[in-house]
């Protein structure tokens, strides 16, 4: 047995003969601080994170395949908002890059619910769709790529410390809402973490100062995730990073549209051929559940 499930076990069970005794209530405050011990010692034990109880940030990055690829990551982002629409989540568009057929290089969305997080995070990964290209006149047959990657929520910035040094900030135009005298002034905000190159662009904002603070609390949450990450590859083996390439040999899920129809999870072995109900009604329940297991 694992040395760390050995020690939660150990707490767990003081815990719960603590409870059993006489006097344990006699000091309310004392006795709650417990239990919320105890909760979060149990899920600890089943593998619920810190963050899985909050909302979460999802990316779709267009990757191998051009304007297909693009076109792919507008089908995931529309799968993916079928879903969380049906969960009564709240979605709000945080940074988009659009194409002229209505694709995405790449888009950004923020969800907010109950255990969005913990319900999604294993999202993450490389999607490949096999299907007839509609951008193709010779009607060939085109392979394409789409990345997501799902970090939590931080309610606040300071979950994670980094150093000013370690931050390159610029500043944009803003393409986002907020009426005339947003597009007018630099109100985009784009920070790079310099030692590990990851950027993130936020524009839903009003203010600058809003903006920035949104950036830093999804750098920092990119930088969890990686930490998460690199945690599971040396339990493991098994992660998908921002640095994976996102092209063949890396997908989590097949979406096979020709010449034949499945969808297929490569990690839980989850499969469907009903196509239409997943990419069109956003019918991925039995495949983030199986995700729970991963």
């Not at 779709?60 to 297909?68: E, H, P, R, T, Y």
């Not at 709240?90 to 950004?108: A, P, Q």
């Not at 990073?241 to 989850?270: A, C, F, M």
Request: charged share 35%; no cysteine.
């Amino acid at each position: 047995m694992n040395k760390d499930v050995k020690s939660i076990k150990k707490q767990i069970s003081s815990i719960e003969k603590e409870m059993g005794m006489v006097g344990f209530w006699t000091d309310k405050i004392q006795a709650r601080e417990k239990v919320n011990k105890l909760n979060n010692l149990k899920n600890e034990l089943e593998g619920v994170g810190k963050y899985d109880g909050g909302g979460a940030v999802m990316t779709i990055f267009s990757g191998a395949g051009g304007d297909d690829a693009e076109d792919f990551s507008a089908m995931l982002y529309r799968m993916y908002s079928k879903f969380f629409k049906k969960k009564g989540w709240e979605v709000f568009l945080i940074h988009k890059n659009e194409n002229d057929h209505k694709g995405y290089r790449n888009i950004t969305l923020e969800i907010k619910g109950k255990n969005v997080y913990g319900t999604i995070k294993n999202e993450s990964g490389v999607h490949r769709l096999v299907r007839i290209s509609p951008f193709n006149s010779k009607s060939q047959r085109h392979t394409s790529f789409s990345m997501v990657e799902v970090i939590p929520r931080f309610k606040k910035i300071g979950e994670i410390d980094i150093p000013d040094t370690e931050l390159e900030v610029s500043f944009a135009r803003s393409s986002g809402p907020g009426g005339q005298n947003v597009n007018k002034r630099e109100t985009a905000v784009r920070v790079v973490h310099i030692p590990t190159k990851i950027a993130v662009h936020v524009e839903s904002e009003r203010s600058q100062e809003q903006n920035r603070e949104k950036a830093i609390g999804m750098l920092e949450a990119r930088l969890y995730k990686k930490m998460e990450d690199d945690k599971k590859k040396k339990e493991v083996g098994m992660y998908v990073s921002k640095s994976t390439d996102i092209e063949w040999g890396n997908q989590v899920r097949s979406y096979v549209l020709h010449p034949y129809k499945i969808i297929k999870d490569h990690r839980t072995g989850v499969e469907t051929r009903d196509v239409d109900s997943i990419l069109e009604d956003g019918e991925i329940d039995a495949f983030v559940e199986a995700e729970k297991q991963l």
